[in-house]
């Protein structure tokens, strides 16, 4: 048999190749591919901001009444719960 790398002739019982160290046969067993992990930046991110944004206009009503807008508490209760799933989804991934 001939070595597919150097071109050496071996034995045809060979494993590997004596001169070179390459394999005769191709490996059984193909190691599994490793996924690339991606930075979770941008959910973190965009849960902070919610969370911060749901502070925000919590918080708005209690310091200037006067200036509260009909809106802002009902918009604050929805920022929080989309927050809330956010987590939820992330804890539940890992």
Request: aromatic share 4%; net charge positive; hydrophobic share 50%.
């Amino acid at each position: 048999m001939i070595c597919r790398q150097c071109g050496t002739e071996i034995a045809d019982k060979a494993i590997v190749c004596y001169r070179c160290g390459t394999a005769t046969t191709d490996p059984i067993r193909r190691p599994a591919p490793i996924r690339s992990r991606r930075t979770p930046l941008l959910s973190t991110a965009a849960l902070v901001l919610l969370v911060l944004a749901a502070l925000f206009l919590g918080e708005a009503g209690r310091i200037a009444p006067q200036y509260q807008a009909s809106w802002e508490v009902p918009a604050a209760g929805v920022l929080a719960a989309i927050a809330l799933v956010l987590v939820i989804v992330r804890v539940a991934r890992r």
